[in-house]
């Protein structure tokens, strides 16, 4: 069925509805009510055990902060996607020794290789309902006060989680801000670089396959968590030892077949399904295409500045994977969103169906009638800003800016108490700004960053109105508010980046320990400029907060009103999702995306061939392609394919932050891991589309096979238990 095709009635249907199909991104706690749904599908374990962290599977499912990933030995082997291990590969790279596009193997513990500063293993260990805590005498606050309030509970409450050590603990708000979880992180500091493919398999087609269907793409890649003697997080030190973690996962083998049942347990990062008609406008009139426009213009930016230069292509090879997946990833939500039939008068039915419902509940429903109006306004006056609030902080952003920012902030902010200090340079964070200004070096260069920096510079000159132009910002730019274009702009970042001495890591690090008088005497032009604009930057964020405050009062009403009108219907409601463990659940299948194409569920190594054309992205190794020529590795084929299955199908419902997620068996196996989604699923963040929105896996039999076959790295198979030649 077609999203064109939907009546408003369906649409209303399809949208009310938190268990249509195989939707919904659950929180462990949840998965015991839906016991009956589970079963039917053909879950073989027991529902409970999907609730309890301290059990497998859910105690070996890890968090990369951005990525997924899963213990798979008792030596804290780590496995999650190519594409998450992306950084580590780059930061290990040269232009002498690229493992990017030669791979690495690790020979031996000693072999392993550091991972970036900042690269963490987060292990979940309990899950606390806190709502109590953070919203008790909220009522009656203003915006700020509110704001305030929920921050400072909020790091009390982490603060007095991570007192013991070695802990990392946030705060998360569910169904915008109606309840409040107390979430504690193992958090592992000593990360290594284990096992990646060749970019052509890791990242085999490249950014044109990306979202795209058949796919046959060895997105896998291994890390080690490291501890000190003691087992207890430590920083990085050639005396640490492999973590042993309670339990990991069994790689099945057993072949996956279409239709059987499988579940993806993961931190899926971000989804908008609950938002109202008015937010769905505003991202498909501006803030998508905003964000569309500006990708293309700083991928063209970055080629036109590193082309010829190794060294700094290198450098940002990360970042460009990261904008072109962006780039695909909101240029299909757009797509998807015009293949629709009315997506704003899509959730606008919603709207009015939940209010023609609240109309009938007497003074409840009227106040939260009420709630869902002065909601809608709130919604508008941040509309009304919004060139402003994105592209004047943008200029302040990234690479010299962004590190500047950084120091002069840190230095404010120590001034404090701990506790009174923003978020990000609390003690707690310390490690994380040193990581930072330790690992600029391996993703600035001065040239580059430059260029971006102008075209952030020329975003702000075009697209902020003069009635919201930034005067700080205006005065060092040497122009007025009705100004279009900056005389000599070249010049002043010639000499802004020329002057400026943060690109030495030694003057970085020293920074971090000055204190604000000594950043604002300082004659370092990045930091000049900082703080000229710092109170611009400060007074926009007060009022981001003050509004946040506001929205806060507001959002949840509407969320119990949507909880209460899905429960007169007799359907669960999963939250949006948070980054925190969810779980969800389907079958292996494939679909149909338009009248008389079907896409079947498995792709094999035959199609790596037929697709191979030498040049990348099309260009698998020498070696996996005389593999596959002579038939190697005969005991990892399918037999319904008569060949090795690559990657597949399923009907899951996740999004990003899913990436390296473990897709397990009816038996709690792992049998892949979800590194995609098809093109027509990218609206799904929005609106969920059963009949089209599919997950993509690499299935482990061809990563078992590539291992085995091509790389070698049969240590690792014998580390996880598994059989080779």
Not at 264 to 283: F, I, K, M, Q
Not at 311 to 317: G, I, S, V
Not at 355 to 382: D, F, H, N, P, S
């Amino acid at each position: 069925m077609s999203l064109r095709l939907l009546p408003a009635a369906l649409a209303v249907a399809l949208l009310s509805s938190a268990a249509s199909a195989d939707e919904g991104m659950w929180e462990p706690r949840q998965m015991p009510e839906l016991a009956d749904q589970l079963k039917a599908r053909g879950l073989e374990m027991d529902p409970a055990s999907l609730s309890n962290l301290a059990g497998k599977p859910l105690d070996a499912v890890i968090s990369l902060g951005g990525c997924t990933a899963s213990f798979v030995s008792p030596k804290g082997l780590v496995i999650t996607n190519h594409h998450c291990v992306y950084g580590a590969v780059a930061y290990n790279s040269t232009p002498e020794n690229d493992l990017l596009a030669n791979g690495f193997v690790a020979d031996g513990f000693a072999a392993e290789l550091p991972a970036q500063p900042n690269a963490r293993v987060y292990v979940t260990q309990a899950i606390t309902d806190a709502t109590d805590r953070i919203v008790d005498g909220l009522d009656g606050m203003d915006g700020k006060g509110r704001y305030d309030a929920i921050e400072a509970r909020s790091k009390a409450l982490v603060a007095e989680c991570e007192a013991p050590g070695g802990l990392r603990c946030n705060v998360y708000n569910f169904n915008g801000g109606l309840q409040f979880s107390l979430i504690r992180q193992l958090e592992i500091q000593d990360v290594r670089l284990v096992y990646a493919p060749a970019a052509s398999i890791g990242k085999y087609g490249g950014d044109e396959d990306n979202f795209e269907w058949p796919r046959h793409t060895g997105d896998w890649g291994f890390l080690r968590a490291y501890v000190d003697k003691d087992g207890k997080p430590a920083p990085y030190s050639k005396d640490n030892v492999p973590y042993q973690p309670e339990s990991w996962l069994t790689v099945s083998q057993t072949p996956l077949e279409a239709g059987d049942y499988v579940m993806v347990t993961g931190y899926p990062g971000r989804t908008n399904r609950y938002r109202l008609a008015s937010e769905v406008r505003d991202t498909i009139e501006w803030g998508y295409p905003e964000s569309v426009a500006y990708f293309k213009d700083s991928l063209a930016t970055i080629e036109r500045t590193t082309r010829g230069d190794k060294a700094a292509a290198l450098k940002y090879a990360s970042t460009v994977a990261g904008i072109n997946n962006a780039l695909k990833l909101y240029q299909g939500q757009l797509d998807g969103f015009a293949q629709m039939d009315d997506p704003v008068g899509m959730k606008r039915a919603r709207e009015d169906a939940l209010k023609a419902w609240l109309a009938g509940r007497g003074a409840e429903g009227k106040a939260q009638v009420e709630a869902l109006a002065e909601l809608e306004r709130e919604l508008a006056a941040t509309e009304a800003t919004r060139e402003r609030n994105r592209w004047f902080p943008g200029v302040a952003s990234g690479g010299l800016a962004g590190t500047a920012v950084q120091l002069y902030r840190n230095a404010i902010e120590q001034a404090k108490p701990d506790a009174e200090r923003e978020s990000g340079y609390q003690a707690r964070d310390a490690a994380r700004l040193q990581g930072n200004m330790k690992s600029m070096d391996k993703h600035y260069d001065a040239g580059v960053d430059k260029a971006l920096m102008k075209l952030r510079i020329e975003r702000y000159l075009a697209q902020v109105p003069a009635g919201q132009r930034v005067p700080e910002l205006d005065r060092w730019l040497g122009i007025d508010a009705g100004d279009k274009a900056v005389p000599g702009l070249d010049a002043k970042l010639d000499a802004l980046y020329a002057g400026s001495k943060l690109g030495d890591e030694t003057v970085r690090l020293q920074l971090l320990d000055a204190d604000r008088a000594a950043i604002e005497a300082s004659d370092d032009p990045a930091l000049q400029f900082v703080v000229q604009v710092m109170p611009a930057l400060l007074r926009l964020e007060d009022e981001g907060e003050a509004r946040s405050g506001r929205i806060s009062a507001l959002r949840p009403k509407f969320m119990q009103a949507m909880i209460d009108f899905n429960a007169s219907q007799g359907k669960p409601v999963y939250p949006d999702a948070n980054s925190s463990l969810r779980i969800t659940f389907g079958t292996v299948r494939g679909y149909s995306p338009r009248d008389g194409e079907q896409m079947t569920p498995f792709t094999t190594l035959a199609g790596i061939v037929q697709k191979d054309t030498g040049v990348e992205p099309f260009d698998a190794p020498k070696a996996e392609l005389d593999a596959i020529a002579a038939g190697q590795g005969a005991q990892y084929r399918m037999a319904s394919l008569g060949d090795v299955p690559v990657n597949f199908l399923s009907d899951v419902d996740t999004t990003g932050g899913n990436s390296g997620s473990p897709t397990l068996n009816a038996k709690g196996e792992l049998v892949g891991l979800l590194f995609d989604g098809n093109y027509e699923s990218l609206s799904a963040d929005w609106i969920f589309n059963p009949e089209l929105t599919r997950s993509i896996h690499v299935d482990t039999r061809y990563m078992r096979w590539a291992m085995d076959e091509v790389d070698h790295a049969e240590r690792l198979l014998e580390e996880m238990g598994l059989p080779h030649d």
